[in-house]
């Protein structure tokens, strides 16, 4: 993509509104801009690194054996009547009716909904077990909207939804998604911990928010300091297995959510130099509720012996908005963005220092092409800037990495080659630095 034809309205200030390095970030990089409070339009850049992790949640959720779908935003009250929940959610929820005065409600989750379509197809045991998912744009009515996307009241959201037969097979299929979040925030980048947590209007006593450590975290977090170098698992990783060794071994470390610590407990089994108490930032949460919805709406299965059973079932969120500034919060200088490749808007800046020169336009335009041709995205920086202000929008931006070609380079052949993570600078033939850009960052990588 030519930087002359993109859309990326850069601001040289910070909004006064932005309390945080991510909102701060995502609006002088022109990723967001705010419609009305907590409520956000994503521009190009933005929306690029939304796609980016939104495809790693939905690989990781696939390999997991979970199958799409979509649901509507819009719900019918008599669904959360059914549940007993329509009254009990708060004023979080977005209530409204339609043109013939029925009850209607902008969806904050979608327990009820899928438990209604469970219903009304599956019947017998040997249909189970089943895990549906869908990526869906949420809403909750916030008292205080603030950080940006952090708390807002529109987010993007991934939830699944698990039926079981019984306790034990409900805890596996809580088993295979604890392993898939642990691999789906790795492959973004992140170390997120996974930790006891409290239910809340989702119900249930088995739960774990997964955390990411950041001082601008809305939650208080206590843990062991083990767990931010905890291997996690790999492709070879067998979903249809036992899984409940690797979640033993998570789980067998202490780490609490403030709502959940037990301070005695905590000071007993993690030793003075391990303990961390810190604030995080959520960014999925698991939860196993039993019957809680398949009772009160009839989700029932026939079993072996012709019993009709209701279902076990659990629930598992991922905020793909939320993650993209929870990576912004963990990955970030004073200049700037610094993308992990895997969610990069694009793989590589190109730098043109002096758009209009023949020569220097022709190696650049020779490059953009080899680069595009080896399957990585490109952003070329083709307009006729100031080199300090193209460096600061590269920096800025966050991508993962600089090509910058210059008549004083191209005379001896040269460009040079930066990496935005640790800043470091090569200078290299053009052929070297085509050669090592598809190495480090290539369709394969």
């Known amino acids: 993509m030519r930087l002359s034809q993109y859309f990326l309205p850069i601001l040289k200030e910070t909004p006064k509104e932005a309390e945080i390095v991510s909102h701060r970030l995502m609006l002088r990089a022109g990723l967001i801009r705010q ?5 956000y339009s994503w521009l190009p850049l933005g929306y690029k690194v939304l796609r980016k992790i939104e495809q790693i949640v939905r690989e990781e959720q696939d390999r997991a054996g979970a199958v799409e779908l979509l649901m509507p935003t819009i719900q019918s009250a008599d669904l959360w009547r059914e549940s007993g929940r329509y009254e009990a959610y708060g004023k979080e929820m977005l209530r409204i009716t339609d043109r013939h005065d ?41 008292v205080r909207p603030r950080f940006g996307i952090m708390r807002g009241r529109e987010f993007l959201m991934k939830d699944a939804y698990s039926f079981d037969v019984t306790k034990e097979q409900a805890v596996e299929a809580y088993n295979r998604m604890f392993v898939a979040y642990l691999r789906t925030y790795k492959r973004m980048g992140l170390t997120a911990i996974p930790m006891r947590a409290e239910t809340g209007p989702i119900g249930g006593d088995l739960s774990h928010e997964f955390i ?28 249809r297995g036992d899984l409940s060794g690797i979640v033993a071994d998570w789980t067998s470390l202490y ?28 960014v999925g949460q698991t939860f196993y509720f039993g019957t809680k919805y398949s009772e009160p709406m009839g989700a029932k299965v026939t079993t072996s012996d012709g019993t009709d059973v209701p279902v076990h079932m659990g629930s598992y ?5 939320r993650v993209l500034g929870a990576i912004i919060e963990a990955s970030h200088d004073d200049n700037g963005i610094i993308w992990p490749q895997s969610v990069a808007p694009f793989d590589v800046g190109l730098i043109n220092l002096k758009s209009g020169d023949q020569a220097t336009d022709a190696a650049c335009e020779g490059l953009y092409e080899q680069l595009t041709n080896a399957g990585l995205d490109v952003l070329y920086d083709d307009t006729d800037q100031r080199a300090g202000a193209k460096f600061a929008t590269m920096d800025l931006i966050g991508l993962p990495w600089q090509l910058v070609a210059g008549p004083r380079g191209l005379a001896s052949g040269e460009v040079e080659l930066k990496s935005r993570t640790g800043g470091e600078r090569e200078t290299m033939t053009l052929e070297a630095a085509v050669a090592k850009l598809i190495a480090c960052a290539g369709p394969d990588k």
């Open 35 to 39: 419609q009305s409070a907590g409520i």
């Open 317 to 321: 969120g991922v905020g793909v908005s």
């Open 255 to 282: 780490a609490a959510t403030e709502d959940m610590i037990d301070m005695k407990e905590f000071e007993a089994t993690v030793p003075e130099d391990k303990r961390i108490a810190a604030r995080g930032i959520e």
């Open 102 to 142: 029925r009850d209607m409600l902008y969806g904050p989750t979608n327990e009820e909904m899928i438990t209604e379509i469970f219903r009304s197809y599956v019947r017998s045991y040997k249909e189970l077990p089943l895990n549906l998912y869908h990526m869906q744009w949420k809403f909750r009515d916030e």
């Open 212 to 239: 990411v450590l950041a001082d601008t975290g809305e939650s208080g977090v206590f843990c062991h300091a083990d767990l931010l170098d905890k291997p996690i698992p790999g492709d070879d990783v067998d979903f």
